[in-house]
C-alpha cells in the first residue's frame, strides 16, 4: 500500500475533493491504496483490462539489387528495452509473412512446422560471401526454408546486422528480389539491436513495394523509431495505421513513451485518450511511464490528468505493481511546492490503514448491491442484448432448466477460455488441472463446454473428459454458441457466494449496463 499525505495546505487544495479510500478484497494483501483526494467528476468512463497478420501488398516488381547501406545518426534511448508477445511471436515465424496472395493453408503450415524444426541453428559469426551463402543452403536440410530459419536464429543469437545484411545482399542478388517476410525478420533484429538507420531504410524499402503494410511490420516499426531520435516518424505512421486499420495497444503505448520520454506530456495524453477512446485497454507499464515522467513537473491540468489516472485505477479495482507504487510516490513527493510524503505498507484484512488509521472502503458487495447487479445483467445482458443471436432460445431455455435442477453452484466455469491457458499443453489437460484445483475443498462445479470436447481428438481425450464430469457438472452447448450469458446467469442464480472462473474481461457485457452505477459495481462481481 502506499500512503501518501501532504504536510503543507497549500498547492493541491483548489483541484482535490473530499477524500475517498479504497479497501480492495482480502486476498490481495499487499495492495494499492491512496489517502489523498480525487478530483470530483461528473462523468466517470471505465474500462477494464484484457495481430493475425494481414498479407502486404506489394506496388510491384521492382528489383532490389542490394540492400542500402547510407547511415542516418542513431541515438542511445534512456528507456529500458522490452519485447512484446506479438513481436516474439513475429522474431520466431509464428505469424506468415508473404507477398504472395492466397497460398494454399496446407503448405503455409508445412513451412511453419518445418522452421520448428531447426531451433538449435547457429549463424555465422561474421558476413559471408555469395559463394559461402550457396554452400550453407545447399548442404542445409531444407533449402526452401533456409533464409527464414536463418534470420529466426540470427534473432535468436541476436547476430551482427552485417551478418544478416550479408545475407539479404545474397537473397536480392540471387533472387532479384527480397521476399516481405525476410524484410519482417531484419526489421524485428534492427529494432532489437536499436539500429535507427537500418529500421529507416527497411521502412523506404517497404514504401516502394508495398501499398500496405501487415499490423506486425507496422508495430515493429512504430516501436523501433519510438525509441530514437526519429520519434516523431512513428507518430506518422501511426496516422498512417489509423488510415487502414485500429492502430494496436502497441502502437498508442510506444508514441505515449516516446511523447512522455521527450517531456511532450500534452501529446502523450491526447494519444492516451484517444486510445480509451477506441477501447484499447492501457497497460501498467504505459501508465507508469506517466508518472515517471511526469516527476517535478509544475501544471494544474498535467496533474488533473494523472488524478484521472488514479481515478481510473480506483473504479476499475486495478493494483499496481509495488514498482508502479514506487513511481506514483516518488511523483507526489516531487511535486513542485506540494510537499507530499508517501510510505509503502500492507493492509490487513481489518481493512485499516496502519499509517493514517482510516478505514478503507471495502470493495464486496452487499446484499442490496448485489441484487441490483444481478436484476440489471439479467436485464441489460442476458435479456437485453443479442444473446439469442449465437444461441437459439430453445438451448437456453434447455440451460436454464439444468441450472435450477442443480443448483446451489459454488464456482462456474468457462471451459474453453480456461481450457486454452497453456497453449503447448493439450486442451483437456488445462481444464482437468484447473477442475482438479477447484475440487479440492468440495465445491460444487459447474463446467460450461461445447459439444465438440466429447469428440475423441488429440486435445480432448475421452477418458480425461469423463474423469472431469465425475468431479464436476457439465452442460455442453452447440459449437457456435456465445457462452458468457451461461456463464452470468448460472453464476448469479446459484448466490453471493458463486464465482466464476474466466480470462475474459467481459467488457462488452459491461458496456452493455445501462446504469453507471452498476458499471462501477460490476468490476466486484465474483471473478
Known sequence: MALFFQTSQQGFQTLLWKCRLFWPVSRCQQLFAVSFSIPNREKVNYFSFMTSSNTALPVGSKRTDVFPTKKRSEINSEEK?????????ISEGKHHFSSS???????VMSRVLSRHKFTNVQPPEKPLGAEEWNRLRESFPSPEIFEEVMFNSMVRCNSPIDVAKSLLTHVAKSNGDIAYNLLVKYLVLCVQQRQTSEICDVYDIMKIRFKILESGAYNLLIRGLSNSDQWRMALTLLEEVKKIMT?????????????SCHQEMNLAFELYHEMLAKDLIPTLDVLQAFFDFSRGMKGAELQKELFGILLYLRENQIYPHKTFMRSIKLWFESIPGGNWRGHLTNIKDSGQCPVCNHQLEDSDLTEEEYNNLRERIIRDVIHGTDTFRKTSPQEFEAFQTFVENRLPFDIV?????????????????NLFDAVNCLAKENARLLVLGRKHMLINSSNWKREIMKEMQNKADFFFAENISEDDAFLLYATLRSGKHCKFVTRDFLRDHKAC???SLTRHLFPCFPL
Not at 101 to 107: C, D, E, L, S
Not at 413 to 429: A, F, T, W, Y
Open 513 to 515: 449496463l445501462s446504469n
Open 81 to 89: 528495452h522490452g519485447w512484446d508477445e506479438e513481436t516474439k511471436e
Open 101 to 107: 496472395v492466397g497460398a494454399p493453408k496446407k503448405r
Open 247 to 259: 492502430p494496436s495497444r502497441t502502437n498508442y503505448e510506444s508514441c505515449i513513451k516516446a511523447a
Open 413 to 429: 466455469i468457462d471451459g474453453l477460455n480456461v481450457s486454452h491457458i497453456k497453449p503447448r499443453k493439450m486442451q483437456c489437460e
